[in-house]
């Protein structure tokens, strides 16, 4: 049995990032050699000194809808929204805080540009028709532990600069490092790019609550592996160059894309003793102890050395989760 207590780690506070680097490419990153069990430290703009010739980027081109909303309702108590699914017109599936607020109570947006009513499914109808409308009244949806309100710049950081395909609610944040001219530079390397697509959902987020891990189930999450991205990794994998996953949604697209299919929802969960049949390098954040992500890194980079590496970062004062520091597992 795979116990949870094995995942957890105590990060002190200071070190969990709450604002995004201005210089996107000056973020640190941690670079552990699984083979000679080394790890080095370096800067993010420098990752092409140890990319080769041949090797292939597969990112993640999500790109994160502004789904949480700040609303009043007619009383002028304050509410907040969460858009979780949008299940046909302007009829979305949702959160909702404080979680006493009742069905049929209307929740007015933006000094009452738009409205909502909330029904006991948990769910909240628009009266605009537009989605896009509403999306554009929304905040970008921080995880919890930045302890802070979204700003305007958060559109921007919160963003891969490659972001193309509406439908996340978080960002594929080893992606967030990425400058376009870093993109631009790479394939003089002669490094490929290839873009496949995972929409991150709640689940990815959501605690391990059974002490067994394996017993945890993964809500399903929306993928899809483009033909022309196909036919990079295949030609990649002729011409044995390496395949290097950005970030663990990418990963997990990769490995659902070797289980025989190109699009599709998956439902993937891996943890230690997964046999991994794509990803050659894995370039991920520092992910939250006890979470699935973090028990996707160990599973990749090996238990031990990734406790490692974890421990150093902490010593050398690396910022910690979506708007930290990077790590590059080779």
Do not use: W
């Not at 201005?22 to 993010?44: P, S, T, Y």
């Not at 979780?84 to 909702?96: A, K, P, Q, Y």
């Not at 028709?129 to 995880?143: Q, R, S, W």
Request: with cysteine; proline share 5%; glycine share 8%.
């Amino acid at each position: 049995m795979l116990k949870l207590s094995e995942f957890d780690y105590l990060l002190p506070a200071e070190l969990i990032a709450q604002h995004p680097l201005e210089n996107r490419e000056e973020a640190r990153l941690l670079v552990v050699d699984r083979k000679a069990g080394r790890i080095n430290h370096a800067i993010f703009k420098d990752i092409g000194s140890f990319l080769r010739e041949k090797d292939l980027l597969v990112l993640n081109d999500t790109r994160v809808l502004h789904c949480r909303l700040f609303g009043k309702k007619s009383t002028g108590g304050k509410v907040e929204i969460f858009l979780t699914r949008r299940i046909n017109g302007t009829t979305f599936s949702c959160l909702v805080r404080p979680a006493r607020t009742k069905p049929g109570e209307k929740i007015f947006f933006a000094g009452g540009k738009i409205c909502g009513q909330l029904s006991g499914r948990g769910q909240i109808n628009f009266k605009q028709t537009d989605a896009d409308t509403i999306y554009e009244y929304g905040a970008v949806p921080l995880p919890p532990y930045i302890k802070r309100r979204p700003v305007d710049s958060d559109k921007v950081y919160y963003q891969t600069v490659y972001a193309k395909n509406d439908g996340a609610l978080a960002s594929p944040t080893a992606g967030l490092h990425f400058t376009e001219r870093m993109l631009k530079d790479l394939p003089a390397r002669r490094v490929g790019l290839a873009y496949v697509t995972l929409h991150v959902g709640l689940g990815t987020f959501r605690p391990v609550r059974c002490e067994d891990i394996t017993r945890h189930k993964m809500e399903p999450e929306y993928f899809k592996v483009p033909d022309e991205a196909a036919e990079k990794i295949e030609r990649s994998r002729e011409e044995r160059g390496r395949i290097i996953a950005v970030g663990t949604t990418a990963l997990r697209t990769l490995e659902a894309y070797a289980g025989g299919r190109k699009e599709g929802n998956t439902e993937l969960f891996i943890y230690p003793g997964y046999s991994f049949k794509l990803a050659d390098c894995l370039l991920t954040n520092f992910h939250l102890p006890k979470t699935t992500l973090f028990m996707l890194v160990c599973a990749f980079g090996g238990d031990k050395l990734m406790k490692q590496a974890y421990r150093e970062a902490m010593e050398r004062k690396y910022r910690f989760y979506s708007y930290g520091d990077a790590m590059l597992i080779i």
